[in-house]
């Protein structure tokens, strides 16, 4: 093998050696496979957000860190943004200026250990919670939840969220928050009349996400 065969000019080389072809991409090194951090927004989903006050809302969740809230005293309109489906705890923004993704934490401890899927299924499942039963929607959470929880032990866990279905669930608009509707009033009531864009959710890239989900739902 190191004697001849190295030594023998093949055609898929376009006629070189093996050793011959080596010596010319020696000096290139070889190329460090990507970093954890690195995958997760290479092969994370793409939107677009606007980074309020109250930070960036996403999937009915609020991520803030004090990198991304200097990076709104920087940057007006929307910001790129990557979701790893895996870990819905954190998310990545993108600083153009540094040319470097800032983390952001979710606001929530709900959402502990979840990735996108498990996320979407307790929602769908808070859902199915009876009317008067939703006095705060942060308990209707905590509550479905330990039912999602609950049917883990004696079913498969959920398929992962692509991006193709994405979005019927990324922009639907829920009845509930991730928070008390007590702390949702207030700080709406705090950020009236300085930050009108917190009136309404921003819309992920590709198709109009929130009317699919309308006709999702009377269809079925």
Not at 201 to 206: C, F, R, S, V
Request: hydrophobic share 35%; aromatic share 6%.
């Amino acid at each position: 093998m190191v004697d001849i065969y190295h030594n023998r000019a093949h055609d898929g080389l376009r006629g070189v050696t093996p050793l011959q072809r080596w010596g010319q991409v020696a000096h290139l090194g070889v190329r460090v496979p990507p970093s954890i951090d690195d995958l997760r927004f290479i092969l994370g989903l793409p939107f677009k957000r606007t980074i309020q006050p109250s930070g960036i809302r996403l999937f009915g969740l609020r991520y803030k860190s004090i990198e991304v809230d200097d990076l709104s005293r920087t940057v007006s309109g929307e910001v790129d943004v990557r979701v790893d489906t895996h870990d819905v705890t954190r998310i990545l923004v993108l600083d153009l200026q540094k040319h470097q993704w800032l983390e952001a934490q979710c606001t929530d401890a709900t959402v502990k250990g979840l990735s996108l899927a498990e996320w979407k299924a307790v929602r769908d499942l808070a859902q199915t919670i009876p009317e008067d039963e939703r006095r705060l929607a942060y308990e209707t959470l905590l509550k479905a939840r330990q039912i999602f929880d609950e049917s883990l032990r004696s079913a498969a866990r959920p398929q992962r969220v692509s991006s193709a279905e994405g979005g019927k669930f990324y922009d639907d608009p829920a009845f509930f928050d991730a928070e008390p509707v007590e702390a949702e009033v207030a700080a709406t009531a705090d950020n009236r009349g300085t930050d009108e864009a917190a009136q309404s959710e921003p819309k992920p890239l590709g198709e109009n996400a929130a009317s699919f989900v309308r006709r999702n739902r009377t269809s079925q």
